[in-house]
């Protein structure tokens, strides 16, 4: 057998030859937990005069996963003219995006292991023959994060895939994992604040899909405040609940439906007769998804609040892009800190939103200032002490 000389093999040849190999003969599934050039980010948009460009960004060279869409690792590699860590700190800003605790960087002749599951030894050199096989990761991933015996059905419950291999982006994974993760472990209220345009409904749609198709949650409220947001979520990214969904109209819940969307106005008003919320018992939702809540849930006096308020037993998430935060108004207060945040400025720098100009335009009173003229009054009736002579 032919001495490969592995200082003359690109980085594509130490991936197939070696990491790939020792990858899958430690029992990885090449059809559903190994993924390689894996693009986290679209790249930033730059605007020049009139003229716009992205920027260049890198794929992770291999994402392992327990199951689709579900990461654990990050595999970053490099030609065999580089020291075997060299890819740590790429794959240590993918496992970030991933939030993922496992890091491994090679040049072919072995691994350096980066686990944060296991402080005390951070960093270690595995050959190729002991690269961790999925189940040994999973365990470690699951002592890590604490999770229970109750909480794996609903943590490893796929995620809805139509087979257009479509997925979630980074973020959108992230808000979904830990949604589902605070749901699971008990928590009933949960806040998550994503940019717009990040795909909130798509989102939410995960999260529910997820915790409905685990049984973990079986009546679902989707809450919105405007018809257009309601219509366009059911037969957009709702679509697939198909038959078990609804949309409340003519103040009538029928009970028969297991996801139901509503706007506020249809459930409530100030007549008792408008309260169709009253019509089911207030252990009937066991979720609540709010979107946009910042608009009307956020306030305590709010007419819309009483709907939550007479829901109060059941997980309740809110999802914004602009959370509120005054003396009088707090998405906080009622859903505590946001389990998950994704910021405009993020959606920029990532390449998923594009860039704006701020434009001042004055109009002519700006720049010039307003004077009544003789004889007019304001709208008390009483007219200005400064008229003009005209």
């Given at each position: 057998?032919?001495?490969?000389?592995?200082?003359?093999?690109?980085?594509?040849?130490?991936?197939?030859?070696?990491?790939?190999?020792?990858?899958?003969?430690?029992?990885?599934?090449?059809?559903?937990?190994?993924?390689?050039?894996?693009?986290?980010?679209?790249?930033?948009?730059?605007?020049?005069?009139?003229?716009?460009?992205?920027?260049?960004?890198?794929?992770?060279?291999?994402?392992?996963?327990?199951?689709?869409?579900?990461?654990?690792?990050?595999?970053?590699?490099?030609?065999?003219?580089?020291?075997?860590?060299?890819?740590?700190q790429q794959g240590l800003d993918y496992a970030r995006l991933l939030d993922v605790p496992f890091v491994f960087a090679s040049n072919g002749d072995g691994f350096i292991f980066h686990d944060k599951t296991n402080p005390a030894a951070l960093e270690r050199e595995i050959t190729l023959d002991e690269f961790p096989s999925p189940q040994e990761l999973w365990a470690k991933y699951c002592q890590f994060k604490g999770y229970t015996a109750q909480q794996l059905p609903i943590i490893t419950q796929d995620y809805y895939d139509d087979g257009s291999?479509?997925?979630?982006?980074?973020?959108?994974?992230?808000?979904?994992?830990?949604?589902?993760?605070?749901?699971?472990?008990?928590?009933?209220?949960?806040?998550?604040?994503?940019?717009?345009?990040t795909g909130k409904t798509y989102t939410a749609f995960q999260i529910i899909w997820r915790l409905w198709k685990a049984r973990a949650k079986k009546r679902i409220l989707f809450l919105a405040d405007r018809n257009v947001l309601v219509d366009q979520t059911k037969s957009g990214d709702f679509q697939p609940f198909g038959?078990?969904?609804?949309?409340?109209?003519?103040?009538?819940?029928?009970p028969?439906?297991?996801?139901?969307?509503?706007?506020?106005?249809?459930?409530?008003?100030?007549?008792?007769?408008q309260k169709a919320y009253k019509q089911v018992d207030p252990d009937f939702f066991d979720l609540i998804v709010i979107d946009e809540c910042h608009r009307g849930s956020a306030a305590d006096d709010s007419a819309w609040r009483e709907i939550l308020e007479y829901f109060k037993g059941a997980t309740q998430i809110g999802l914004t892009a602009t959370p509120k935060e005054t003396e009088e108004v707090s998405n906080s207060d009622y859903f505590g800190d946001p389990?998950?945040?994704?910021?405009?400025?993020?959606?920029?720098?990532?390449?998923?939103?594009?860039?704006?100009?701020?434009?001042?335009?004055?109009?002519?009173?700006?720049?010039?200032?307003?004077?009544?003229?003789?004889?007019?009054?304001?709208?008390?009736?009483?007219?200005?002490?400064?008229?003009?002579?005209?």
């Open positions: 057998m032919p001495i490969i000389n592995k200082k003359a093999l690109s980085e594509t040849d130490i991936i197939s030859k070696f990491i790939m190999p020792a990858i899958k003969n430690s029992g990885w599934d090449d059809m559903f937990q190994i993924r390689q050039e894996v693009k986290l980010r679209d790249g930033k948009v730059v605007v020049r005069g009139m003229a716009a460009a992205r920027k260049t960004v890198k794929s992770a060279d291999i994402v392992l996963y327990h199951k689709v869409s579900m990461p654990l690792a990050v595999v970053e590699a490099k030609a065999n003219k580089h020291e075997m860590g060299k890819g740590i291999g479509k997925a979630p982006r980074y973020y959108q994974l992230q808000a979904v994992n830990k949604t589902i993760e605070a749901v699971s472990n008990g928590q009933n209220r949960v806040l998550l604040v994503m940019a717009t345009g038959q078990a969904m609804t949309k409340i109209s003519g103040r009538k819940v029928d028969a439906y297991e996801i139901h969307l509503a706007l506020y106005q249809a459930l409530t008003g100030p007549e008792e007769s389990a998950y945040m994704y910021s405009l400025k993020e959606g920029i720098e990532d390449g998923f939103l594009a860039p704006y100009k701020v434009v001042r335009v004055d109009i002519d009173i700006d720049l010039q200032g307003w004077r009544p003229i003789k004889g007019q009054v304001d709208k008390k009736g009483m007219s200005s002490m400064i008229e003009s002579t005209t």
